[in-house]
């Protein structure tokens, strides 16, 4: 079965407020997340990942931040702008990676003018 | 630094074909992974290549196959194609495994 989730299909947010995306894991193993960005008729585009060992991790404008008590993972973005409408996945590895990339079923993310 | 290349980037094929996609990954990355994606199952892992020897393996049946090169090219190969089959499958490189995945556009197979 799946071991990563989102908990909301579709999200809906205003020009220049900030966007929360969430996930849910239920693997303690899991030592390696990622969160990747899809826009339509293109592959998934790399955001930022973050490591067990960690809570929080800042890229540009992106914030990802990791729960290990509640399994949780969430992604922030700021001042979402309309190029970041698309669909959101996270991604784990469990452990050695024998599974590849696990995959949740992804966010779309719209942008309200 | 060019990113991970996919061709063909569109193919169609009729059931009971063979079909063989490519995929060049970024220069220096020695890992290559393969993924399904379709709108009922999501992306799915196929298998993962790294310096020409498969390192793991998904849940797919034995017609999905794959292999890479010492250039670190990898092709997979689908025998006997069903309907079932089309789907955008998705390539991604890393400079090790475990890390930093970077994926390709893409082939979207169409099988009829």
């Known amino acids: 079965g799946e071991s990563v989730g989102l908990h909301l299909p579709t999200l809906s947010v205003q020009e220049g407020d900030n966007s929360i995306i969430n996930c849910a894991y239920s693997?303690?193993?899991?030592?390696?997340f990622i969160w990747y960005k899809q826009e339509s008729g293109k592959g998934p585009q790399f955001i930022i990942d973050?490591?067990?060992?960690?809570d929080k991790r800042q890229g540009q404008r992106v914030t990802v931040l990791l729960n290990k008590t509640v399994k949780h993972l969430s992604l922030q973005i700021a001042a979402t702008q309309p190029g970041d409408s698309a669909v959101y996945f996270c991604?784990?590895?469990?452990?050695?990676?024998?599974?590849?990339?696990?995959f949740g079923k992804g966010t779309h993310l719209i942008i309200q003018p | 630094k060019a990113g991970v290349t996919q061709t063909p980037r569109y193919l169609i094929k009729t059931r009971g074909q063979q079909v063989t996609l490519s995929c060049s990954p970024i220069?220096?990355?020695?890992?290559v992974s393969w993924y399904q994606q379709t709108p009922g199952q999501g992306l799915q892992f196929l298998f993962e290549y790294f310096s020409e020897t498969q390192r793991n393996k998904g849940n797919f049946p034995g017609r999905f196959s794959g292999r890479q090169f010492s250039n670190s090219r990898s092709e997979m190969n689908v025998s006997t194609l069903e309907l079932g089959d089309s789907a955008l499958y998705l390539c991604a490189s890393s400079e090790t495994f475990n890390y930093g995945y970077t994926f390709g556009s893409g082939t979207r197979l169409t099988v009829v």
């Open positions: 973050i490591r067990s060992n960690m």
């Open positions: 220069s220096g990355h020695r890992s």
């Open positions: 991604a784990e590895i469990l452990g050695g990676g024998a599974d590849g990339l696990t």
């Open positions: 693997n303690s193993a899991s030592d390696y």
